[in-house]
């Protein structure tokens, strides 16, 4: 009953089932099978595990034996190492090799700990500035060299005295009148017994992967790419996470007036997993900390309500993001605490899936009512429609320096994401569409552009021209064209309108027009954020100003605080404008200013001291121009002097055109200062004081084979003097006859001859390329066109 029937041979038959026993059996046989498979696989897994293990152990006894300087192994961190090393099996032969280093690390350790015995270590702490290294240690003895202050060094105490284990000298621990020279070390050197921390991830991060130092212009509206080339590297991951604070507590302009901070956990939490990472020894944790870092700042930005806690956010977004995707490729090929190597194809992908959503992000923004709002309204547009109405402006954005700072960090910002790489993908740059008239197209702003339009729509002045030659032999060479900038000039009433004429006629005031505060015109100080930007557009390095601008209170501190790095900073004519707050603020430009020009501005005795201490953050300057001013022979006297005593050492100073009274009295009186200044180093400097036509220049002994050096060697001639006009009329004489050699002379078509004159050819563009005769060309240039204009003025008069 139930069974299954067929017909056999016309007879039905019935199809008996496997006995029970059978099934049992084939039921333990499929079990025992699938057993064995899963043991298979677990041992398999296992295999591949105990492998990944001994390959990450042998990659760190690797990384071990490749540091040659056995000052900088870790040895209780290597011994741990090998231990590990050698539970996991690894290649004997590479234990061999590790158990031999240890062994020399062991004995350089007591060799250490023998030489270092009684050695301590101190920080030069002198509080009126540099620390001396003498030859004896006597007062006055000669110095060798000089530390900044927060210097370390090591020595062994002899008295008040230290004497250096790391390099010959002495050092004086405490001056005369008991003021501390050098203090005692806190914190843990580096070398002492031969101990040092094992090195973070990040470092190596950052050193080997150099595309993710990128990341580091986000954090900044002021910052350039080429930034991060500065720092270093042991530093920069606390520094973004210090950045990161910043941008949160302060926003991306610290010290703007209109800034207000937003409540943000996941800003905050997103900056301690940063923090985090950088305590990583190893790429894993480094890379799982970063990315939930980065996933909480996207979520960071996506809450901010407020556009300046946005943009902020944005920056630290922006910052995250690019430094995840380079952690992602990195961590994929690198293990433990062992750097791999990243394909081309690998790295130019992580590229550019983040700066894919870096565009996507500021694509967003730039679309966004508010921010179009806010660049419509500067650049006098056509307004903004939403909803067949014109979307007014924001109340916070009628303050000047909301607006303008929210459009310099847009503008900013927009810039820095297009010069990560891959470059191609700027096509797809973030745009501004400004709605223009009926059957006119819309115009496609990228926000970079939005400055210039907004400046020159205003009628603010910025002018480049190529500086004048006609003062060459004092002045100090620019390189380059050098950008004027001042204020607009006063608004022109058209007196033909009947509402102006109506006004004039009742006696009442016209006003400033459209400079009246509060329109977008008017002559305001946050202007500056609209140069500052620009001027990183445009990479300028050389800057003149005008009276104009240095007194709008906050123009100037605005301007360098937030402009590029400046090479040349001039002041020619400015006058009564130059005040000691401005002269004080000039310190702000740092350590790329090499040319100051202070001429011609009104300059008094009582500016001298707030001038000296201006100079002390300058510590490039290489030219001080401070030439037809109202300095006598005293105030100049005591520029000099505090220049030798707080040892600013400006190789040239120009003092012609102040009332110096007699020129060889204060020739002398100057030599004295110089020389006070001299014993004081080993290998002097010079000084070129320029005075009227004639200069001094004053060198402690002659350098063989400088120019100076053959101007004071009597026993050969002089250098003889050309003209510009001449080198470049031999060079164009030299190239003819090059010409001429090459048509007519047969020798000229041999290999030998072609060379030859590859040679020569070379030597003469470089002559006619040179700075000076493009310079030299500029100047005739420029005069032929005053000539012209000067002709075509006289004809239409």
């Not at 990472?277 to 909480?296: N, P, R, S």
């Not at 401005?582 to 020009?597: F, N, Q, T």
Request: aromatic share 8%.
């Amino acid at each position: 009953a139930g069974r299954p029937l067929r017909r056999r041979g016309g007879r039905r038959s019935c199809v008996r089932s496997p006995p029970r026993r059978w099934r049992r059996r084939r039921s333990a046989a499929m079990a025992a099978a699938k057993a064995i498979l899963a043991r298979r696989e677990e041992n398999s897994a296992a295999a591949a595990v105990a492998r990944l293990e001994t390959v990450e152990r042998e990659a760190a006894l690797r990384e071990f034996l490749a540091e040659q300087d056995l000052s900088k192994v870790d040895g209780p961190a290597f011994a741990s190492a090998i231990g590990e090393a050698r539970e996991k099996g690894c290649n004997q032969f590479l234990l061999e090799q590790a158990e031999a280093r240890l062994q020399e690390w062991n004995e350089f350790d007591v060799l250490l700990a023998q030489q270092t015995k009684g050695v301590e270590t101190w920080i030069v702490a002198n509080p009126k500035g540099f620390g001396n290294i003498r030859v004896e240690p006597i007062p006055g003895s000669s110095v060798l060299d000089t530390l900044e202050p927060g210097k370390i060094v090591r020595g062994h105490s002899r008295g008040i005295w230290i004497e250096l284990c790391d390099q010959p000298g002495f050092m004086l621990t405490r001056a005369p009148d008991g003021t501390p020279l050098l203090e005692r070390f806190q914190g843990a050197s580096g070398q002492q017994g031969g101990k040092q921390e094992s090195i973070r991830w990040y470092v190596r991060f950052f050193q080997f992967d150099r595309l993710a130092r990128e990341g580091f212009a986000f954090l900044a509206p002021e910052f350039h790419n080429e930034d991060y080339c500065t720092i270093d590297l042991q530093d920069l991951g606390p520094n973004i996470a210090g950045l990161g604070k910043r941008l949160y507590e302060a926003g991306s302009l610290p010290g703007n007036p209109t800034w207000e901070e937003e409540e943000s956990p996941e800003f905050a939490q997103s900056i301690d997993c940063w923090r985090k990472a950088v305590e990583a020894t190893g790429c894993a944790d480094f890379d799982k900390h970063l990315q939930k870092a980065a996933a909480l700042a996207e979520e960071a930005y996506e809450q901010m309500g407020n556009l300046a806690p946005r943009m902020a956010s944005l920056r630290w977004n922006c910052c995250m993001r690019w430094l995840s995707a380079r952690s992602e490729a990195v961590t994929k090929v690198s293990t433990g605490a062992s750097f791999g190597s990243m394909s081309r194809q690998a790295s130019d992908a992580a590229s550019r899936g983040a700066k894919r959503d870096i565009f996507d992000w500021l694509i967003s923004l730039c679309k966004e009512y508010e921010v179009l709002t806010m660049f419509d309204y500067d650049i006098v547009g056509n307004g903004v429609w939403h909803d067949s109405r014109r979307e007014p402006l924001p109340k916070r954005a009628v303050n000047e320096w909301y607006r303008r700072s929210i459009e310099f960090d847009i503008m900013k910002l927009c810039y820095q994401a297009t010069q990560i790489p891959p470059e191609d993908m700027n096509a797809g740059a973030p745009t501004f569409t400004m709605v223009q008239p009926y059957l006119t197209p819309d115009w496609i702003l990228p926000p970079p552009e939005a400055a210039s339009h907004i400046l020159r729509k205003h009628n603010w002045i910025m002018q480049s021209f190529h500086p004048q030659i006609d003062d060459l032999h004092t002045k100090a060479l620019i390189q380059g064209c050098v950008l004027h900038i001042e204020k607009p000039p006063e608004f022109q009433h058209d007196f033909g309108d009947p509402e102006v004429i109506a006004k004039v006629q009742r006696g009442e005031d016209l006003g400033k027009g459209l400079q009246a505060d509060g329109l977008p015109g008017a002559v305001h100080p946050s202007m500056a954020l609209l140069f500052a930007a620009q001027m990183s557009f445009e990479k300028v390095r050389n800057l003149r100003m005008y009276p104009g601008l240095l007194e709008l209170d906050g123009f100037f501190e605005t301007l360098l605080k937030y402009g590029p790095p400046l090479s040349v900073l001039e002041f020619v004519g400015a006058g009564n404008s130059v005040t000691e707050e401005v002269i004080e603020l000039i310190g702000l430009a740092g350590s790329s200013v090499r040319i100051l020009d202070l001429s011609d501005c009104a300059l008094e005795g009582d500016r001298v001291a707030t001038l000296v201490d201006t100079l002390e953050s300058l510590p490039n300057l290489k030219h001080l121009d401070v030439s037809d001013n109202n300095l006598d022979s005293q105030a100049a006297l005591t520029l000099v002097a505090s220049l030798c005593e707080r040892r600013i050492d400006i190789p040239s100073l120009r003092l012609d055109g102040n009332p110096v009274g007699d020129i060889e009295d204060f020739k002398n009186e100057v030599a004295q200062h110089l020389v006070s200044r001299g014993e004081q180093v080993v290998a002097g400097g010079e000084l070129v004081l320029h005075l009227e036509d004639d200069m001094m220049r004053w060198c402690p002994t002659t350098k063989e084979g400088t120019f100076a050096g053959r101007m004071r060697d009597d026993s050969v001639l002089p250098p003889e003097t050309l003209a510009i006009k001449e080198v470049r009329n031999m060079a164009n004489a030299k190239t003819r006859r090059l010409e001429k050699y090459e048509r007519e002379n047969p020798a000229a078509k041999s290999s030998g001859g072609r060379d030859w004159l590859r040679r020569q050819r070379e030597v003469n563009d470089r002559v006619l390329k040179s700075h000076l005769i493009e310079m030299y060309r500029a100047e005739i240039k420029h005069r032929v066109a005053m000539k012209q204009q000067a002709e075509q003025n006289g004809v239409a008069s």
